[in-house]
């Protein structure tokens, strides 16, 4: 199993920036793909940015030119993925998570860590 934990939310103000940070432990090396997805108040959770094992990455169109998904996996035993957040807005304020893609033997499987609060004041 992968597990993971998110840390980095907090409260700012519109236009600020935070950076959230999610640590993956265990079965790293079968992780195909980490991504970040967030859920607002009485909305479905969306997902905000992805990163393959191969570095590419995706975001959806609202975070385009403010927020940067980036990964480190320099050591072994944990593998690191950050979402960089600039330029933060009010609808913005979510519960941030973050996802990893895995795979034992053929069997494709999800990870999600506990949830990181973001909260953008206007």
């Known amino acids: 199993q992968v597990q993971l934990v998110e840390s980095g939310g907090g409260l700012v103000q519109a236009g600020g920036s935070l950076r959230l940070s999610c640590a993956a432990s265990?079965?790293?090396?079968?992780?195909?793909?980490m991504a970040w997805y967030r859920q607002a108040p009485g909305k479905q959770r969306e997902l905000v940015a992805s990163i393959t094992s191969a570095g590419y990455t995706n975001y959806v169109e609202s975070v385009k030119g403010r927020f940067t998904n980036s990964r480190d996996s320099a050591k072994n035993t944990e593998k690191m993925v950050y979402l960089q957040m600039n330029s933060l807005k009010p609808e913005d304020t979510a519960v941030y998570y973050c996802?990893?893609?895995?795979?034992?033997?053929?069997?494709?499987?999800?990870?999600w860590g506990q949830g990181t609060q973001v909260t953008v004041s206007s």
């Open positions: 265990g079965n790293i090396a079968r992780i195909n793909a």
């Open positions: 996802n990893a893609q895995f795979t034992l033997g053929v069997i494709p499987f999800s990870s």
